[in-house]
């Protein structure tokens, strides 16, 4: 059985997953191995029944005519039983338990981010929120998160468009340490860091790589690996499942204009893409947002004996390049 056991020495849960060692699926019994994608129109037999679906109502589930899908993850680790969690002297952990889904974003295996039209990406985006929703409203839910891998260095296994998300009763150790940052500016500040964070970046200028009315993307001060960029929402808004509707088609406009930018200056480069959130409204501290770290160096021993990050590209030169990359492209159109 996984198990989720807490680290006595610090904020995290670990997976164990004794049983499948380090080779994790997560498409069924369709391999990839052909190149044929296991996601592709025509493969739902193949996959488990689809709790979600963006297609005409004329078209019956778990056939071809979607626009995007939403599946269980055939090889969860996470079992959705309670929480039994248990302790022993230093020692705490519980059988894993939560929700994970996939999004299958669309129907052609080939469409990008930055490729799939914009009113398509609005509803895709508008279903993530849907979902995170509803896994949230969980009362035993302590994290939801959605993730987004492209290449396989970054740890992809499919190509096809294609996302994550998954609610478990653990904290994240990441939201966590950024929680706690937030948590003691806001005691002492009365103030969210995130939109202190928000606003001294929209007056320097320099790492602000694109913005619209309600978004801004921008490469964060400290950003850990080369051209790390984040978009964060300018009203504060703890949490991705409450966006207005409204809003979602500039997130879309961003997002594209983003992932246009690193797709064009770094030749698409392998991308894990991850919300950072909290699971509800409301919280005065936390401010959701969408991290996007490109795989472009590996991390050696210096990194992992500090406990620090040896970033070669500041962020400061990461957004000029980005933001030539913009001006450019405007240019050739
Ligand atoms: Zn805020
Ligand atoms: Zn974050």
């Keep these: 059985m996984p198990v989720l056991r807490k680290d006595p020495f610090g904020p995290a849960w670990v997976l164990m997953l004794p049983e499948r060692g380090l080779e994790r699926s997560d498409f069924g019994s369709v391999s990839p191995a052909d190149g044929a994608s296991p996601y592709a129109p025509g493969n739902e037999a193949a996959l488990p029944p689809e709790i979600q679906a963006l297609?005409?109502?004329?078209?019956?589930?778990?056939?071809?005519?979607?626009?995007?899908?939403?599946?269980?993850?055939?090889?969860?680790?996470?079992g959705e039983r309670v929480r039994d969690e248990r302790s022993e002297g230093p020692f705490r952990w519980m059988q894993a338990c939560g929700r994970e889904e996939i999004v299958i974003e669309h129907p052609d295996p080939g469409v990008r981010l930055d490729t799939m039209s914009a009113a398509h990406l609005t509803d895709v985006l508008r279903l993530y929120r849907d979902r995170l929703a509803y896994l949230a409203s969980d009362p035993g839910v302590a994290h939801v998160q959605m993730t987004?891998?492209?290449?396989?260095?970054?740890?992809?296994?499919?190509?096809?468009p294609h996302g994550q998300v998954l609610a478990v009763p653990v904290p994240n150790r990441w939201v966590e340490e950024e929680a706690a940052a937030a948590a003691a500016h806001?005691?002492?500040t009365g103030r969210c860091l995130f939109c202190d964070v928000l606003e001294a970046e929209l007056r320097q200028r320099d790492r602000v790589?694109?913005?619209?009315?309600?978004?801004?993307?921008?490469?964060?001060?400290?950003a850990k690996t080369p051209f790390e960029t984040w978009i964060l929402p300018r009203a504060h808004e703890s949490a991705f499942a409450a966006v207005a509707a409204n809003r979602l088609p500039l997130l879309t406009e961003l997002l594209q204009t983003l992932v246009r930018a690193l797709n064009d200056a770094l030749e698409e480069p392998p991308t894990n893409m991850i919300l950072h959130t909290r699971p509800h409204p409301g919280d005065a501290a936390y401010h959701w947002h969408l991290e996007l770290l490109p795989r472009l160096t590996r991390h050696a021993g210096f990194d992992w004996a500090?406990?620090?990050?040896?970033n070669p590209t500041p962020p400061e030169d990461a957004a000029r390049f980005l933001r030539q990359a913009l001006a450019l492209a405007e240019v050739a159109e």
């Design 306 to 310: 500090s406990g620090s990050y040896v």
């Design 55 to 78: 297609r005409p109502s004329t078209s019956p589930a778990n056939g071809p005519g979607w626009r995007a899908r939403v599946l269980p993850a055939p090889a969860s680790p996470f």
């Design 186 to 188: 806001h005691a002492a």
């Design 148 to 160: 987004r891998t492209t290449g396989r260095a970054a740890g992809a296994r499919v190509d096809h």
């Design 209 to 222: 790589v694109s913005a619209n009315a309600a978004f801004v993307a921008v490469a964060p001060y400290a």
